[in-house]
């Protein structure tokens, strides 16, 4: 009886309670899953885990209860996602065999082994750490021909008949035990380590909800120019999620700080772009905020397949003083939100739900702050501009920026005040001076002011009011506008009213002759150069900014130079954009270091170089960096009247074919202190095409074409050009495929010309065969913009100013197989921008002025050229003040000698000067700065060694000498060995020989006496002990040598002088 209650209970209500417990214990599995349809229960399988924990660690044992109908595989397993995979995948499997010949119900007891990154915290021991989302335990009772499937697709849980799993949970990181005690014995120091990093308290890295994205004014000229930002993913894997989830159901704000002076000004849609969001391929993407002409924003979002949705705001936005522009978008509803006013008390309102699904994911493409490529901006400044990602801020609830920001310290809106005041005074004067001429009888003529009140008092029966018909600018006038007074006057008497381009010209012509004065006159000429800049004279406005900005004579005023800069910005001016890229680039002035932002002024300039080197001026030179140094590039400038000059000319007259070219290119370019004379210029290369030199025939066919210096002639420059074709020139053949392209349209023998022209390494065949991939017009092939990069590379790297641009323009926007290289990009732009005539221009002047003796002219234009970011402009400034003769840094307020030198170190190291990295040098070891640091002291010796300077290596063995630590790598950098530096003699020995070895004379004898002590003192300490017996030997037998003569001479002394008595 006992025996057949046992079987009973075995087989029939053992089953029942199992999944009785499964379901209603105190743990509910989240997946049960039983077989049915048996005759008898002892043919079912089952499987359960026995007291399931709710937390799991590794080490622990987990008890599995199962039974077998047939023979079966039993496994274990415990499933979760990573942030790295977002589906389950297994963290720990067990499996083992359950043979059919016992129908009992078994148990097994399964110890959970967990990977390194699960089952430690992450310390001295275990450096990687593992977050494991909705982790499973689960258990399986699996057919064995499904098994070897399962094994390869790990889904044995998905084709188990029997299975249970539960959800639990795995400790926190910093919750899991250390990997150092676990199972193992480490040593006491290494115990000490992870308990000191074990109470260190971990600080997550910092994940802003916010981008500031413009943080300093930014100019904004209305053509496609402007800033480019890419956001960053998160390095949270769980803000990384929760963004990666929002891309179909976004939210963002967006505050924009603007101050619009022309709302669409050069746009053919009527729409300018205030900012947008756009991929590689200029795709556009959710944000895009537009203007039209009338003051209306035009917001636009987009679809997941790049459909637009697109409105039309009924508000107009202010002109001409800032307003903040807020913009918040949920899903698919956006709400604009317009602040402005004096005091910032006027708040226009409108929104509106976009119709169907939206999509942004703001990682992909990169957002532009004004304009880019060919999509035209307002007209303006941003102030800032900040984006909230995955979060909603009311307007209210977005603070203020300082009332000392930068963007109200520009003071802008006062500037304009005082300029429209002061044209309104100007206009007024004029008025008056033309009452003055035309009046013919005295009752009808306006008296001045004194005049006026003399005949009040005097004459009392006088009734007539002369205050309403006689205009006030009677009354006594500035001092500051004394000159201006006497330019109406002088206008007006000549008959003829002034333009606003003539009164600026006159007043900058005017403030320049009192600073070729010299530094004492410089009060007098910015008061000038304010009221020019009023009249548009934005040469005067950069002239105004540098005198300001280095305090010449005033007290410096960085921000109001800043000013004026962005002002001369807006209207295009070469120099004010270079200036500000310049501050930009490496943070100077109170400006920020935003390799964008200078991106943006360079690349226009960059844009401008062959234009206006190809647009004819006498005042454009070619960009030279003449070093006021260098002796030998000195001799080399001349001019009209100079000796180099007359000899080139009488040896060109003489049909000296290199003569000719050298005065060809020269008068062409404006180079080597000449001005530009184009027409002389096509005489000599006429002259070298009848020599037939290929080189000429090709210059002077190209000047015919385009008619530069003489009459366009076609048909003759063609044949130039062909002939020298015929000859193997490649540049001729370049231009045969440049004509076939633009005059006869013929794609297939363009590209034949420009591929011959190309293996002949021609810069302009490759550029142009760039730009046949990057447009799609390369014949067969589609578009390819990393091959066009190739191309563009190729030749920029050999002087091709477009293909430059382009370089600058595709790694700032990225390709498809390339990503964004803003640092290259920011690099080419301004490799390429300081070719800019308006540069060489403002060299020459400096170095005529130099050359003429002029120093504080000179000084003064070099300090122009170097505020542009000019290397050389920079070096010279620096030396002048050095040398500072007369004392002309004591009329400067900022020091400008360390300064400059400084920021020329940071130039690309073939730009650099010697010189300017030894005297940084000797700034850093003689503690100029107020503390030594030899460490930079030897840096700079040893960028100016590889240079081959002596005086640096000269440098680097007297600190050596004095027991200063150098770093190994400065004698790797001068190729000396190591076997070398393991003496400092034999070390000394090779410093001194490379100095004495120089192709400077001048280094010879300080080098090669400083050799001679070294291999002496090297002498002396190797045979001192021989050297010291000698010496005592020689001494002594010196003296007894001394001894005897002096005796001798005493014996001689005493001796009768013998007679001669004959």
């Not at 003040?881 to 009329?891: L, T, Y």
């Amino acid at each position: 009886m006992a025996k057949y209650l046992t079987n009973f209970l075995r087989r029939h209500l053992i089953p029942v309670l199992v999944v009785i417990t499964q379901v209603y214990g105190s743990r509910y599995p989240s997946t049960v899953s039983m077989e049915t349809g048996k005759q008898n229960h002892e043919d079912s399988d089952i499987i359960q885990i026995l007291n399931p924990p709710e937390v799991l660690f590794t080490g622990q044992k987990v008890m599995v209860e199962y039974r077998c109908s047939r023979d079966r595989i039993i496994g274990l397993e415990i499933t979760g996602s990573t942030a790295k995979q977002k589906e389950d995948r297994k963290l720990f499997q067990k499996a083992w065999k359950c043979n059919s010949g016992s129908h009992s119900v078994r148990t097994k007891r399964v110890t959970l082994r967990f990977p390194d990154s699960i089952a430690f915290r992450p310390d001295l021991f275990n450096s990687k750490m593992t977050f494991v989302n909705s982790p499973k335990l689960k258990a399986w009772n699996l057919d064995p021909v499904w098994w070897p499937s399962c094994r390869k697709y790990h889904n044995a849980f998905w084709r188990a008949t029997a299975k249970v799993s539960y959800d639990v949970t795995l400790p926190h990181p910093y919750a899991r035990p250390s990997k150092g005690g676990f199972n193992s014995c480490p040593k006491w120091p290494l115990l000490i380590l992870a308990d000191a990093k074990m109470k260190t308290i971990e600080m997550c890295p910092r994940e802003p909800e916010y981008i500031n994205t413009i943080n300093f004014p930014v100019a904004i000229n209305g053509l496609s120019y402007g800033v480019v930002r890419k956001f960053p993913k998160y390095n949270d894997s769980t803000l990384e999620a929760i963004r990666q989830d929002s891309f179909r159901k976004p939210v963002f704000t967006l505050s924009m700080w603007i101050y619009i002076l022309d709302y669409c000004k050069f746009s053919n849609t009527g729409l300018c772009s205030l900012m947008y969001h756009v991929t590689w391929n200029s795709t556009f993407m959710t944000p895009l905020v537009f203007v039209n002409r009338k003051g209306q924003l035009h917001i636009q979002m987009s679809k997941e397949n790049h459909d637009t949705l697109a409105a039309v705001t009924n508000i107009k936005v202010p002109r001409k003083e800032w307003f903040r522009l807020v913009l918040t978008f949920a899903r698919n509803h956006w709400n604009l939100v317009i602040t402005h006013g004096k005091h910032l008390n006027e708040t226009t309102t409108t929104s509106y739900n976009v119709p169907g699904a939206t999509f942004m994911d703001d990682t992909a493409g990169h957002f532009v702050f004004g304009a880019f490529d060919t999509i035209p901006s307002f007209k303006g400044y941003i102030g800032q501009a900040t984006f909230y990602r995955n979060k909603l801020w009311r307007s209210e609830e977005i603070p203020l920026p300082s009332p000392y920001h930068a963007m109200f310290e520009l003071d802008l809106s006062q500037r304009s005040v005082r300029c429209e005041r002061f044209q309104a005074w100007v206009y007024g004067r004029s008025s008056y001076y033309v009452k003055q001429v035309k009046a013919t009888r005295q009752a009808d003529q306006c008296h001045t002011y004194f005049f006026n009140l003399w005949r009040t008092i005097t004459n009392k029966k006088h009734d007539e009011d002369f205050s309403n018909r006689c205009h006030r600018f009677g009354e006594p006038k500035s001092k500051l506008y004394g000159y201006m007074d006497r330019l109406i006057k002088r206008f007006i008497h000549r008959s003829r009213f002034p333009s606003s381009e003539q009164i600026g010209e006159k007043l900058y012509k005017k403030a320049v002759r009192y600073i070729d004065n010299g530094f004492s006159d410089v009060r007098r000429a910015i008061p000038l150069l304010k009221q020019a800049s009023c009249y548009g004279n934005y040469d005067a406005m950069y002239l105004l900014a540098t005198l300001l900005n280095n305090g010449v004579t005033v007290k410096a005023d960085e921000r109001q130079a800043q000013a004026y800069l962005m002002k001369g910005c807006l209207e295009k001016h070469r120099l004010c954009c270079l200036a500000m890229a310049h501050k930009h680039r490496y943070g100077l002035d109170g400006v920020p270091q935003d390799l964008e932002q200078a991106y943006l002024y360079y690349k226009y300039v960059a844009d401008t170089v062959r234009v206006d080197k190809e647009t004819h001026k006498e005042t454009d030179v070619l960009t030279e960096s003449v070093r006021l140094t260098n002796e030998e590039q000195l001799r080399e400038q001349t001019d009209e009247d100079g000796d180099v000059f007359q000899w080139l000319k009488h040896q060109a007259s003489n049909g000296v074919l290199s003569a000719q070219q050298h005065m060809a290119r020269a008068l062409f370019w404006g180079s080597q202190g000449l001005k530009r004379n184009m027409a002389a210029a096509t005489e000599y290369f006429r002259l070298g095409a009848q020599a037939q030199d290929p080189q000429a025939m090709y210059d002077y066919g190209i000047i015919l074409l385009k008619g530069q210096g003489t009459k366009k002639n076609k048909t003759e420059g063609l044949q130039q050009i062909q002939a020298s074709a015929e000859k193997r020139n490649p540049s001729a053949l370049n231009a045969l495929g440049w004509y076939a392209h633009n005059f006869e349209k013929n794609m297939t023998a363009a590209v034949y010309y420009f591929e011959k022209a190309f293996r002949g390494g021609n810069a302009d065949a490759a550029y142009n065969l760039g730009l046949f991939h990057l447009n799609g017009e390369y014949p067969g092939k589609p578009r390819n913009s990393d091959t066009a990069l190739d191309y563009f590379n190729f030749a920029a790297t050999r002087n091709q100013i477009d293909a430059g641009v382009y370089v600058a323009y595709l790694n700032m926007k990225g390709t498809r197989l390339r990503g964004r290289q803003v640092y290259v990009a920011a690099e080419w732009a301004r490799f390429i921008a300081e070719k800019n005539p308006a540069l060489g221009f403002v060299l020459r002047k400096g170095l005529k002025a130099f050359r003429d003796g002029d120093k504080p002219v000179a000084l003064l234009y070099y300090m122009m050229a170097a505020d542009a970011g000019i290397e050389a402009g920079s070096f010279n400034l620096a030396w002048l003040c050095e040398e500072n003769q007369d004392g002309i840094v004591s009329f400067i307020e900022k020091e400008c000698q360390w300064r400059q030198y400084n920021i020329t170190t940071h130039r690309e190291q073939q730009f650099i000067d010697p010189y300017a990295l030894i005297k940084m040098g000797d700034y850093y070891w003689y503690g100029c700065g107020g503390k030594r640091d030899t460490t930079k002291a030897a840096d700079m010796y040893s960028q100016a060694a590889k240079k081959k300077d002596p005086h640096a290596i000269f440098n680097l063995g007297l600190m050596l000498e004095e027991g200063t630590r150098i770093n190994p790598s400065v004698w790797n950098n001068l190729r000396i060995s190591k076997e070398v530096q393991s003496n400092n003699y034999t070390l000394l020995t090779s410093i001194y020989r490379k100095c004495r070895d120089s192709t400077k004379t001048e280094a010879f004898l300080p080098c090669s006496m400083a050799l001679y002590r070294i291999q002496f003192m090297q002498a002396w300490n190797k045979y001192s002990d021989i050297i010291q017996t000698v010496s005592f030997i020689l001494s002594g037998v010196v003296t007894v040598i001394s001894f005897r003569h002096i005796v001798q001479s005493l014996r001689d002394r005493h001796r009768p002088a013998e007679l001669d008595i004959l």
